[in-house]
């Protein structure tokens, strides 16, 4: 800790300059620029106003944190929070303003300015910030760790990033990046895996993302929780930016400027370091990872822009030395493992503003995703393994409509190609319960298939106060020769300025991934498991940087798939439900502080056929509380502080063992019936900024699990020679202090 001390003393030292704030504003709805806007910092003398372009620039603005408002008359003012501005660097921020169309007494009122929208999603929608995504204690700047805060989501502790929305497996997930859609958006995850460490999207790249848990438009399919839309900035026009950042997700370089006179480029590469670690703590894993994340934008001609995204990670994991049990030697535990994931993408975007009361997106994406694997011991180290290709090329359209003031239609279409390859096999095992599994081996080449659909999208204010979203969505799976129809409603009536009631529901249906159709033969006659959403909530604006929401929410689960693990078979014979009520107290940046309270109570029930009675579901988690504050000390110094606590995961316990073949098997209760204790921890976060001449620097330290608690994951039950069982304990991260560093020129 004094070092760390000592490197703030040193740097403190450092004088302050001047940077640029830039971007552009933009009609919310049908995405037009505007033109002769204000844009500027309260209480200073800065500011500048748009062109026709929605383009303006803010120039020499000193270093610091500030709130930048963007105002016109016809269009509700919005403040974006803690704008950094860094020396001899440009800022890039975007306003989508709302138009104003709610009147009381004859007169516009201006709603808050502090909190985004989507007209299209009346419930269960969160946006977050790239200050938001990059000050958030316990986090280290990965986005999905801040995603686990927010309510409706549980916690499986802080090794997991994966999201686990509403009683949902985490592969219910859509994850989109700039309209592309991306299969595997975690590190050593894989699908049907709960289990994801960092995320491979570099927090710098984001201009801002979207959470919808639950109820949300006809736009979105093939998904039955929650959609996660992330959205790159682009790169500045006046100038370059680098950065070069170093915290627990590793090292990664930074880079964004003008191309052209018409075109920017943004980019990132990341190398992590999980395996250096390991190799100095002569650990037998060694865990290496890279990612890269770029965008190109071009702006051809007037109202037209053409965006190229792109995106590679690789996945490697060594294990040598790895104790196997005496008693089972191949269960459970190999001596050697190998493991390599890739995944890649590239998609060009196509933004065509046809009218100044419309606009058409057309998207064109490739994606592939690769998993090989091999495990084993001395004698033969690839006794299990697989050998696993997705390719997936996409083109969908979208077309929105402002028909009248009060009206506004979306429409879109698209088409999926899929080409998928499995190859997966095991040698003969037995369980810890004693079923012998048989050695098999799976070859599946499934011919070339396609996804085909589209929907309608409808927006419609009525009396000022009332808003009725309306849509119908239609998805054809060819693999499975099955189309189905998705109908969804949402609506808002606005009581006054101040408080809104809100209610949607609809259909959600998730088609069978190839990945399950591939385990088994059988598995082919799988077809789409859906749910249906109910959510009823309220919105009321405390202040205008205070905001609380409250919600009930309702699912109800069928045609769920069900694995058996003895016998590699997956049926759709599960239902089930989850329900809950979701309070959010959040209170944007003013006056030096933010901070937000999430809580969650929820029940999730599943059962794997009707005839059996409704169990609790693995990822039902009844209490979940997160509590975030931040305070700026002085234009350079912040603190942060995050409280989490959580009922402990539900898991089958083990009530005795017996002796089959003169060996011990462990004996398993009534499945799910157990729960692990309560999670709770306390992180802390402390943020020092220094500015020079024509470069800034950036320190933090994040510690995670301050008071060290014992929070428990995992069980292990293994039976030893005279039948007594052995318990091995999983925990979390202790007490961890990370120490992160950013340099930007």
């Not at 997700?249 to 390991?278: I, M, N, Q």
């Not at 998207?363 to 006794?383: E, I, K, M, V």
Request: some cysteine; overall charge neutral; proline content about 4%.
């Amino acid at each position: 800790m004094k070092y760390f001390l000592f490197i703030f003393l040193i740097f403190d030292l450092a004088r302050a300059q001047v940077g640029t704030i830039e971007g552009y504003v933009f009609d919310s709805e049908i995405r037009s620029p505007l033109s002769a806007v204000n844009v500027f910092i309260p209480n200073t003398s800065f500011g500048a106003a748009t062109d026709e372009s929605g383009y303006f620039i803010i120039k020499n603005v000193t270093t610091g944190s500030y709130n930048v408002v963007a105002s016109i008359i016809g269009y509700q003012k919005f403040t974006k929070t803690e704008i950094n501005v860094n020396s001899g660097r440009s800022t890039r921020i975007q306003f989508d303003l709302a138009p104003t169309v709610i009147k009381l007494d004859n007169e516009i009122t201006v709603t808050s300015g502090y909190f985004d929208r989507d007209a299209t999603q009346p419930v269960s929608s969160k946006q977050l910030s790239l200050r938001e995504i990059r000050m958030s204690p316990g986090s280290a700047e990965d986005i999905f760790r801040i995603i686990q805060t927010m309510p409706g989501v549980a916690t499986a502790g802080s090794r997991n990033a994966s999201l686990i929305v509403r009683g949902g497996m985490p592969d219910e997930n859509k994850t989109l990046l700039d309209n592309i859609e991306i299969y595997n958006p975690l590190h050593f995850s894989r699908q049907g895996e709960s289990m994801g460490i960092i995320s491979i999207i570099d927090p710098a790249l984001l201009k801002n993302v979207e959470f919808l848990t639950g109820g949300f438009p006809a736009r979105y399919g093939d998904k039955m929780s929650s959609v996660f839309e992330m959205t790159l900035k682009e790169g500045s026009r006046s100038g370059f930016n680098k950065d070069i950042n170093l915290n627990l997700s590793g090292l990664s370089a930074y880079l964004d400027g003008p191309v052209t006179e018409k075109s920017s480029l943004v980019l990132s590469a990341r190398r992590g370091y999980f395996d250096l670690l390991t190799s100095m703590m002569n650990k037998p894993v060694l865990p290496r990872y890279w990612d890269a994340v770029g965008k190109m934008t071009y702006y051809p001609i007037k109202n037209h822009k053409i965006s190229i995204v792109g995106f590679y990670y690789q996945d490697d994991v060594e294990k040598t030395g790895v104790f196997t049990d005496a008693q089972h030697e191949m269960s459970w535990k190999f001596k050697h493992v190998k493991r390599n994931d890739q995944g890649s993408a590239l998609g060009l975007n196509w933004q065509y503003l046809f009218s100044n009361k419309g606009y058409l997106l057309t998207t064109f994406s490739w994606t592939r995703n690769s998993w090989t694997s091999t495990a084993g011991n001395d004698l033969d180290p690839a006794l299990k393994g697989e050998d696993i290709t997705e390719d997936k090329s996409e083109i969908k359209s979208k077309l929105t409509y402002q028909v009248t003031k009060n009206m506004t239609l979306e429409s879109g279409v698209y088409l999926k190609y899929l080409n998928s390859n499995y190859y997966t096999w095991m040698t003969a095992d037995t369980t810890r319960t004693g079923y012998i599994l048989p050695r098999f081996t799976v070859n599946y080449y499934p011919p070339k298939t396609f996804k085909s659909g589209g929907y309608l999208l409808s927006t419609l204010r009525m009396l000022s106060r009332l808003s009725l979203n309306t849509g119908i969505r239609y998805d054809y799976y060819d693999l499975c020769s099955e189309g189905k129809w998705s109908p969804r409603m949402g609506l808002s009536y606005q009581l006054d300025h101040q408080t809104t009631f809100n209610i949607a529901a609809g259909y959600f249906y998730q088609t069978p991934a190839p990945y399950q159709m591939a385990q088994h033969p059988d598995n082919s006659g799988l077809r789409s498991s859906y749910s249906l959403h109910y959510i009823a909530g309220v919105e009321h604006l405390i202040l205008e940087d205070t905001k609380l929401s409250v919600e009930v929410f309702f699912k109800d689960i069928n045609n769920a798939f069900v694995f058996s693990d003895t016998t590699n078979r997956i049926h759709n014979h599960g239902s089930g439900y989850a329900k809950g009520l979701e309070i959010y107290l959040q209170k944007k940046l003013s006056h030096r502080i933010s901070s937000s309270l999430a809580y969650t109570y929820s029940l999730a029930r599943r059962r794997e056929n009707d005839s059996l009675p409704l169990t609790s579901f693995e990822f039902d988690q009844p209490h979940n509380l997160t509590a975030l504050a931040s305070y700026k000390l002085t234009r350079n110094w912040q603190i942060g502080i995050k409280f989490l606590y959580a009922t402990g995961l539900p898991y089958t316990p083990v009530v005795g063992t017996r002796n089959q073949g003169d060996k011990w098997y462990i004996v398993e209760g009534e499945k799910y019936s157990a729960r692990y204790p309560d999670f709770h921890k306390l992180d802390i976060r402390i943020d020092r900024n220094f500015h020079f001449t024509n470069w800034s620097f950036k320190i933090y330290l994040d510690v995670w699990n301050v008071y060290n608690r014992d929070n428990i994951l995992l069980y292990t039950f293994d039976p030893q020679e005279n039948g007594v069982i052995k318990t091995t304990t999983a925990t979390d991260f202790p007490l961890l202090p990370i120490l992160g560093m950013s340099a930007q020129f």
